[in-house]
């Protein structure tokens, strides 16, 4: 069972931090008073209703995942993140196909891509839908225990990708955000180093706000028995800074686009 997210008080904001807060009010004309101490945490203890909660989150309407996903692609288009709904995994792994042969590397004329060995990576097909394209697709299946030199080509392969194909463990609509653990087979390598990220996922993954996800970690057993792993990351759009001269440049320390693609429609496990 993994502990609350937060669990210690924060120390209140010495002088300093008071001062430089209270500069940027000023600078943006807005109140300018003490800083607020940080709340010590969303779920510190398991709330009186969180049987109710938990089964409302879990147990979402149709209408209300579909309402979700609508604010999940208004919320994409803001920070220039594409999202494009499908009804299955044939659809998605069309998409993607169609979508490697529209674009080109930013270095070279050959197209190399990595993807994640998933379960749901793996019914896109993409092995046979690129057999008879000019891409050399790798994927992230590794020995166990992992070899060393398997280790160092899987890593060279990365490099040369110019596309990284993930899944995403959630979605938060609110800000457009998808959250991923790493574990084997599945490095956040391949959604950080290729200049385009796509990730696919279900319509099931999509959570209103990130209350929802904190939640989620604290008091669903399943979550629980996932853990939070080694690494979890957030991804709310494509790698961009602002840094020189105020103009905003996508792709600075990571990928340069971001493409989503959403299933839709119930996924059947094979057996």
């Known amino acids: 069972m993994i502990p609350p997210l937060t669990t ?6 010495d002088a300093n931090e008071q001062e430089f807060i209270m500069t940027l009010q000023r600078a943006l004309g807005k109140p300018v008073g003490p800083v607020r101490e940080a709340p ?5 203890t398991r709330p009186a209703d969180h049987e109710n909660l938990l089964a409302a989150y879990l147990n979402k309407t149709q209408t209300h995942r579909n309402r979700l996903l609508d604010t999940f692609i208004a919320q994409a288009g803001l920070i220039n993140m594409q999202v494009f709904p499908v009804k299955n995994t044939a659809e998605a792994g ?5 979508l490697i042969a529209q674009t080109q590397p930013e270095w070279g004329t050959q197209k190399s891509v990595t993807a994640w060995h998933h379960p749901l990576i793996d019914q896109l097909n993409l092995g046979e839908r690129l057999a008879d394209e000019d891409v050399t697709l790798y994927t992230t299946r590794s020995s166990t225990p992992v070899d060393a030199i398997l280790r160092q080509e899987l890593r060279q392969h990365l490099i040369q990708s110019y596309m990284g194909i993930t899944s995403a463990d959630f979605c938060v609509a609110q800000s457009a955000t998808l959250v991923m653990r790493t574990r084997p087979d599945q490095p956040r390598a391949v959604s950080l180093v290729p200049s385009i990220h796509v990730a696919v996922i279900t319509l099931d993954q999509i959570m209103e ?3 929802e996800l904190y939640f989620r970690l604290n008091w669903d057993p399943k979550e629980q028995a996932d853990g939070l792993t080694n690494c979890m990351t957030f991804i709310s759009g494509p790698s961009k800074t602002g840094d020189i001269e105020l103009v905003m440049v996508h792709g600075a320390h990571g ?9 839709t429609d119930p996924i059947i496990t094979p057996v």
């Open 8 to 13: 210690e008080t924060p120390d209140p904001p």
């Open 94 to 98: 069309l998409g993607i196909q169609e």
């Open 255 to 263: 990928p340069r686009q971001l493409i989503t693609y959403v299933i």
């Open 209 to 211: 706000s990130l209350e």
């Open 40 to 44: 010590t945490g969303l779920f510190d």
